[in-house]
């Protein structure tokens, strides 16, 4: 059954290769997909084909089948392989750029919307297109890049494509050190989960249903998630299968640094900076985010197996080990 989906596939790869330039839109989805092979995004490559499939375009496919890049590559001519090495280097100028202005998380975002509207050659140097992506609201972004470069990019579109590639990959761009557990790449993690709109499912740690086509996690996996997900291999680790915490405090002693956790005694929440926190909501049925003051939520703690800075290691010691000027300080501050 994988061989057929996986022949299947290269089939359909090899098809639009030759046959889509003519038509503008299916053009656009297919450039989501040979754009993600270019930048060498290879686990990004079936997510674009569930797009299809859910707008009814093709059979359903495995997301999980492998891709033999190799093979994809001899089966293209001299021309096809230039266009390709053309977006490969696109791609990466765009990654370098966003990386140089601290916008890595918006990396792939940056290479979709390019790759699926731009025509080649249109930017030269894409440092004032990363600029754009400064602004979070993807509403406004999408209308400051249609008022730049006078394109006509449908928001609702490009957003129901875009939040179903980030469900169907884990964002290789959010990590700030693929090689640790740390606190920052926590509050990245739950970010893009919110970003990515993970539903909610017991016993899930941010694995794809394949049923429903978009990733879950319950209130203690979205952070047993990040604990498990090795970006190196892109996979789960199974063997992690249980969330040690230390609850700390209050939050009125707990430091702004994103990627602690938040709980209300029950339920655990990510906070990731600005006063908000982020967490899989039953109730809701998805990952929401919320500011921490519209939530029950009673404490700050730390997760084993995640690194956290000094200040948290200090702000512990003081919230533990009070002294009698600290103490002294508080009462001040209460009355």
Known sequence: MAEAIAAAAKALLKKLVVDTALDKEKRNKFLLIIGSIAVGLLFLLFAPIAVLSSMGE?????????????????????????????????????????SVIGLREQIIKAQLIFFSYFESGQIVDFSGYAEIFRNE??????????????????????????????????????????????????????????????????????????????????????????????????????????LIYNEIGGLDTMPDIAGIGIFDGNNFGIYVGNG??????????????????????????????????????????????PTEENTEEKSEDEE
């Open 58 to 98: 093709i059979e359903s496919l495995d997301i999980s089948v492998n891709f033999d890049e190799s093979e994809f590559f001899e089966n293209l001519d001299s021309q096809q392989r230039e266009k390709l090495t053309q977006m490969e280097s696109d791609g990466q100028a765009i990654a370098n750029s966003m």
């Open 276 to 321: 908000e926190v982020i967490f899989a909501s039953y109730d809701v049925g998805k990952v929401v985010k919320s500011p921490v003051s519209d939530e029950n939520w009673i404490s700050w703690c730390t997760f084993e197996g995640v690194e956290y800075p000094q200040e948290v290691a200090d702000k512990i010691n003081e919230v533990q080990n």
């Open 137 to 242: 609201n993807d509403e406004i972004l999408i209308s400051d890049i249609n008022n730049f470069y006078g394109l006509e990019i449908s928001y609702d579109d490009f957003m129901r494509s875009y939040v179903m590639v980030m469900n169907a990959t884990i964002n290789e761009y959010m990590f700030t050190d693929s090689g640790t557990k740390n606190c920052a790449d926590l509050a990245a993690w739950a970010r893009n989960a919110y970003v990515s709109c993970w539903g909610f499912q017991e016993n899930c740690f941010g694995e794809m249903d394949k049923n429903q086509r978009y990733r879950c996690a319950d209130n203690v996996g979205l952070v047993m998630g990040y604990l498990r997900y090795m970006p190196f291999e892109k996979a789960f680790d199974t063997d992690i299968d249980t």
